[in-house]
């Protein structure tokens, strides 16, 4: 059996579509990625959809429309992870030759939430006393500000970064390069985090990636998929240390010795920049650093295009936004667009190995619920 | 099927202020909140904590029209560490300070508890 390659990626443009649906953004993206593969929908075996937010059959209700011959659609939801999950799990059917060519797409549609923080579970013990995303890394933030040293402006400058590479991302519709002062001055959301350090709350969008065993009849060169980890959170109610991310240093432990490689081999990384602290405490965690010394890695320029190891090239979450479903497949597609030399005015030069992290939140106990971890190589 | 609910609060008073109370599993681990509820041969018994905490990590949630509010992580005996709302006045507390346990009512009108700073020469 083939090895299974990503021959197609499609994405929609990220941004607020109050009149348009998350069915319309999928079929965009799930275009996309057939045209780009060079393949038709009945060509395809099984889809899997990664979707947070809406609500019963995400998958059948994109794919209606697109006259599929009623094959397989798994709906996978793992909250902000639920794209890179479809992945893992598309991968794993391929592998044990289950089938041969596969869809992977994800979507969102903030616009119809009526905005503010992403909606939890309010059930949940901490939920239900007020704990929402922001305020849990704020607390991190402050933490992590009291035992390293690091400043506030540190913080703004992972935002700075970010929507730096954002401009040049023409999906990232609403994306505008900002100063540190402004980020600093716009409205606290939870201390210290202003709402610029915050991904944007309400931001509609979807990719997706055609992977397949078969020889590639795509436009581009295929992508390999090296390492494929989801891993769930571990159940704590001790002393832990708030300003480690445990969850993602134990999946990319497990990343980097799948794929044979380590952090000094990455050319790349799109990671889960939700809130600016994030970046930093993923530095750490992915082996980039050492503890306490991320925000000296972003001030050397390391981490920005151009730098050693740029971080988020595509803007990331902070300048994208951040629909979950669709996020992790997103930072694929950045990651093929980047193998391939097709990133545009964002392109990194020569890239051979990209990561991508994306974590997902949101219950009480456990550092985070799900994160899945991808290492690609161009083919 | 064998599942029973736990039935015992996670606050107290021990007959001069709020206390609250972890679960002592028949595994020998303590934890808070204590469970919902327990299954087959699983077993817990109420363990008052300390009154007072060190508060490991806060922040001030301002949620735009609503009225800002604190939330906290609070270390308490037995390696516990338990999240709240924090009553806060006007100094920012310093991390590792005191807290104390106080009533406190949830938006639904449920008691439950807050953190509130010790002044240093009452702790």
Redesign the interface.
Known sequence: MNEPLITGVGISDFGRFPDLTEEALAQVAIIDALADAGIAVKDVQAFYCGNALGGHLPGQRALRDLGTGGEAVYNIDNACSSGATALNLALSALRAGQYETVLVFGMDHLSGLGGGALPMNQRDWNNRRGMIMPALYAMRATRYLHDFGVTREDLADVSVKNRRHGVLNPIATFCKEMTREEVLASRMVADPLTLLQCCPAVVDGAAAVVLTTRPSAGAARPVRVRASIVQSGVFEVNQTDMTEAEITRRAAHLAYEQAGVGPQDLSMIELHDAFTISELLYYEALGLCRRGEAASLLASGATTLGGRIPVNPSGGLLAKGHPPGATGVAQVVELCEQLQGRAGKRQIADPRLGLCQVTGGGIWGVDHAACSIHILEAA | MRISKYGHSHMANDGQQTILCGALMSQGEI???PPEFLIGDETATPVPLSPIGQL?????????KAPA?S???V?FDH???I???LLLGEAPPA?GSNVRVVPFT?SEGEI?FAFEPVEEDAA
């Not at chain 2, 490991?56 to 735009?64: A, F, L």
């Open positions: 934890r808070f909140p490991y990590t806060y922040t001030t949630v301002h949620p735009g509010y939330l906290a992580m270390d390696g516990l560490r999240f709240g709302r991390l949830l439950d």
